[in-house]
């Protein structure tokens, strides 16, 4: 190798990002060796995933709590800790929750039963049990129950919810803004 490729080899490595498992992945649920199982106090996102995954395996602990009201979205705060907070939502059919953020929330939303429909910058994507979405502040999407069937999702927010900003444009139609 003469100096001048040399130099070029340099220089390119220099410039090089490093990526991690996440970045490499796209979404942490897909690379199931970064999922951590529940904690008693979780402080990473895929310690939060592991806390839902574990809220949902003991259906004992939430599913009579469950109840469906037709003029509203039903919700129940089933947990708090440290830094965070856990809700129970049943969506009769048709039900939707607007398209909103979570201010400086991160979250992990599982769907329990029946099939909720997200509605992001992405498209529409159909979330069955035991699916799981994750976010950050800043993201915004709409959830619906588009069957015929009731369904249940469990949310973890850290830090808790302390707004939802609601967003006037659908994500199911795309919307230019002038520069």
Do not use: K
Not at 100 to 117: C, K, P, Q, R, Y
Request: aromatic share 6%; charged share 15%; with cysteine.
């Amino acid at each position: 190798m003469n100096s001048a490729s040399a130099a070029a080899s340099t220089a390119t490595a220099a410039n090089a990002v490093i990526e991690s498992d996440l970045q490499i992945a796209g979404d942490i649920l897909a690379v199931q060796h970064l999922l951590q199982p529940a904690r008693e106090h979780p402080a990473t996102v895929a310690e939060f995933a592991g806390l839902a995954r574990s809220i949902a395996e003991d259906r004992a602990g939430w599913e009579h709590l469950v109840q469906y009201d037709a003029t509203t979205r039903w919700y129940h705060r089933l947990r708090t800790g440290p830094g965070y907070e856990v809700w129970l939502l049943s969506w009769v059919p048709g039900q939707g929750s607007g398209h909103h953020g979570h201010g400086a929330s991160s979250g992990v939303l599982t769907v329990l039963d029946g099939e909720l429909t997200e509605h992001s910058a992405r498209g529409p994507l159909a979330l069955g049990p035991g699916s799981q979405r994750v976010f950050a502040p800043g993201y915004a999407h709409e959830v619906v129950n588009d069957t015929l069937d009731g369904a249940v999702s469990l949310h973890v927010y850290f830090p808790g919810l302390t707004e939802m900003p609601m967003h006037s444009c659908s994500p199911a139609r795309e919307e230019r803004v002038p520069a």
